[in-house]
């Protein structure tokens, strides 16, 4: 049983649905630092999401392996069974199914909750979901991978939650997103330039393949002091708490992950450039959680 936990936490990529998890309870904890919340909604919401990010990461691994783009995936921290078929591709989709399946009944229950504009979140995450890399679509290999996971994992999620459980759109939590967007979507990106020449010869027009590593690494330093400055920039004109500030403390962390990234010529700057990668985006939310949790208590 633990090994057979073990295989489909790794399959699962059970490390990275925290970038979905904690950008879900960001947006939670800010719309009830404003007024009460509905729990069960909140809850609902988040199941939906987790589900619905893990739903899509099995379609990715299952439509990579394929196309026989398996990238970095030997060395990623799920470890992908699939290459060494601990799992089969039926299994996937097995798994896929049951994900899909858990996340529709949560979005029903809070479109019973919360009404039509669940709808329209739910058709524009389905859409990313199914089409991030199964075709005929295949946002990923047309240089649209990255840009759905600044929208998916940042306003998507943030303001989506917020607008469930408040009922309104509040500018406050889309300035907010783009920290956890930014930071999200450098993970892809980060994956990316490492799997530069794997991605040329699969045809996946990712940033790096489009605008060269190089360029990318800079890319990934502007959106980081984007991000940085979205807080401060909000903090000065009052928008968001003062406690947000507390992101700041991660800067040493985004420098390290760009120092990372820029060695792409060495596969063994991958896992470390990943793992600050993932580390910044998880940490800085956490800190935006505690932030408006402050906000919350006082």
């Given at each position: 049983m633990k090994e057979w936990l073990l295989t489909w936490m790794k399959a699962a990529r059970a490390p990275f649905l925290v970038v979905s998890l904690l950008p879900a309870l960001l947006g939670g904890v800010m719309a009830a630092s404003r007024g009460p919340i509905n729990i069960g909604v909140f809850i609902a919401a988040v199941v939906g999401i987790v589900m619905a990010h893990s739903a899509a990461d099995f379609i990715d691994d299952y439509f990579d392996y394929k196309k026989g783009n398996l990238g970095n995936k030997v060395q990623q921290f799920h470890d992908s069974p699939l290459i060494d078929q601990r799992v089969t591709l039926t299994q996937v989709l097995i798994a896929t199914a049951v994900c899909l399946f858990v996340a529709l009944a949560a979005?029903?229950?809070?479109?019973?909750?919360?009404?039509?504009?669940?709808?329209?979140?739910?058709?524009?995450?389905?859409?990313i979901v199914f089409f991030y890399t199964s075709p005929p679509i295949m946002l990923n290999y047309r240089g649209l991978g990255e840009t759905?996971?600044?929208?998916?994992?940042?306003?998507?999620?943030?303001?989506?939650?917020?607008?469930?459980?408040?009922?309104?759109?509040?500018?406050?939590t889309l300035l907010v997103s783009l920290l956890p967007g930014f930071f999200t979507m450098n993970v892809g990106v980060v994956s990316n330039t490492f799997d530069y020449l794997d991605d040329i010869k699969s045809g996946k027009k990712t940033i790096s393949v489009?605008?060269?590593?190089?360029?990318?690494?800079r890319l990934i330093a502007i959106d980081s002091v984007i991000a940085y400055l979205a807080v401060i920039l909000g903090?000065?004109?009052?928008?968001?708490?003062?406690?947000?500030?507390?992101?700041?403390?991660?800067?040493p962390l985004a420098i390290k992950t760009v120092r990372n990234v820029s060695q792409f010529n060495d596969e063994g700057r991958y896992t470390p450039a990943m793992t600050s990668a993932i580390a910044l985006s998880s940490i800085a939310t956490i800190l935006l959680i505690a932030a408006y949790g402050i906000k919350l208590m006082i």
């Open positions: 979005g029903i229950y809070v479109l019973m909750q919360a009404g039509v504009v669940v709808l329209i979140l739910v058709a524009i995450g389905a859409f759905m996971l600044f929208l998916a994992f940042g306003p998507m999620i943030l303001v989506g939650v917020d607008v469930v459980l408040t009922g309104r759109f509040n500018g406050e489009r605008f060269g590593q190089p360029v990318t690494v903090v000065i004109l009052q928008l968001i708490p003062v406690w947000t500030l507390l992101v700041l403390v991660t800067i």
